[in-house]
T-cell receptor, first 111, second 115 residues
Framework: GQQLNQSPQSMFIQEGEDVSMNCTSS?????WLWYKQEPGEGPVLLIALYKAGELTSNGRLTAQFGITRKDSFLNISASIPSDVGIYFCAGQNNAGNMLTFGGGTRLMVKP | SAVISQKPSRDICQRGTSLTIQCQVDSQVTMMFWYRQQPGQSLTLIATANQGSEATYESGFVIDKFPISRPNLTFSTLTVSNMSPEDSSIYLC????????????FGPGTRLTVT
């Protein structure tokens, strides 16, 4: 089946630094979603991407849908302590299909 | 989005017993799903909960182990049957607001520990 490789697995950064994480797939997706999960909570949808090449922002977060439709990245600018959590990418072929999740990137921010 | 609640939020159960997890949404939704998140792992889809018909299970998950009900457009239950320590996970309900929508929203999860 489809697999999503998400990297890095974890990051420990200083407050104020920018962060970048990405997902690559062995096959094409038509939609990419990025989620954040904090301890004790369910994943929260951050950004949804629908077109190849699309670049979308949500506050300090920016995500892009790769041209090949096999990859996506998420950038966080000027990180703050509340950015701590696990970030998951998820790909979907069409609205009726399941989401395939990446392994997650655990972000830790040092004040 | 939608407000999704799950009950219980956590439980500790003995092996061999069963636990039913409830998912309640504050508005009618077309699609509801159940996911499992094993400790330190990503999310894996267990099944799609279909209203008025049997759930659609993903490979590796069976109805006898994870029976699912969906009596209406705002409520679903997942039962974890004959539990073993390997079933210790977070179980998450998610919803799509419209069938044509790609976006899924998640509940807070139920943290299950089987001893």
């Amino acid at each position: 089946g489809q697999q999503l490789n998400q990297s890095p697995q974890s990051m420990f950064i200083q407050e104020g630094e920018d962060v970048s994480m990405n997902c690559t797939s062995s096959s094409i997706f038509n939609t990419w979603l990025w989620y954040k999960q904090e301890p004790g909570e369910g994943p929260v949808l951050l950004i949804a991407l629908y077109k190849a090449g699309e670049l979308t922002s949500n506050g300090r977060l920016t995500a892009q849908f790769g041209i090949t439709r096999k990859d996506s990245f998420l950038n966080i600018s000027a990180s703050i302590p509340s950015d701590v959590g696990i970030y998951f990418c998820a790909g979907q072929n069409n609205a009726g299909n399941m989401l395939t999740f990446g392994g997650g990137t655990r972000l830790m921010v040092k004040p | 989005s939608a407000v999704i609640s799950q009950k219980p939020s956590r439980d500790i159960c003995q092996r061999g017993t069963s636990l039913t997890i409830q998912c309640q949404v504050d508005s009618q939704v077309t699609m509801m799903f159940w996911y499992r998140q094993q400790p330190g792992q990503s999310l894996t889809l267990i099944a799609t909960a279909n209203q008025g018909s049997e759930a659609t299970y993903e490979s590796g998950f069976v109805i006898d182990k994870f029976p699912i009900s969906r009596p209406n457009l705002t409520f679903s239950t997942l039962t974890v049957s004959n539990m073993s320590p390997e079933d210790s996970s977070i179980y998450l309900c998610s919803v799509k607001l419209a069938e044509s929508s790609y976006e899924q929203y998640f509940g807070p999860g139920t943290r299950l520990t089987v001893t």
